[in-house]
């Protein structure tokens, strides 16, 4: 099956961090750039930080100072480094590939995996 699988979410005190993955399958050969986005019930999924194929990292104002976006393509993976963490960050945290190419050749877009809740507690 072809999936991005997000993991590292959970309970955490507010001030504490947290270390979410997006790892690809193995059928999957390379990802390109990746973004997590976080999506509050009823709210629209809104950018954290994306990160380009060569490790470009970009944050958007929710992502910035206490985030940190990286990857490991020999590893197809992603990782959102969450620290000083707040209540108001609680929600579940998606990643999402613009382009994937997985085994045969075959390139996939506009893909996300299937979330992990955070939640902070005060």
């Known amino acids: 099956q072809v999936q991005l699988v997000e993991s590292g979410g959970g309970l955490v005190q507010a001030g504490g961090s947290l270390r979410l993955s997006c790892a690809a399958s193995?059928?999957?050969?390379?990802?390109?750039?990746v973004g997590w986005y976080r999506q509050a019930p009823e709210k629209q999924r809104e950018l954290v930080a994306t990160i380009t194929s060569g490790g470009s990292p970009r944050y958007a104002d929710s992502g910035k100072g206490r985030f940190t976006i990286s990857r490991d393509n020999a590893k197809n993976s992603v990782y959102l480094q969450m620290n000083s963490l707040k209540p108001e960050n609680t929600t579940v945290y998606y990643c999402n590939a613009d382009q994937i190419w997985i085994v045969g050749g075959l390139r996939r877009t506009d893909y996300w995996g299937q979330g992990t809740q955070v939640t902070v507690s005060s």
């Open positions: 193995k059928n999957i050969v390379r990802i390109n750039t």
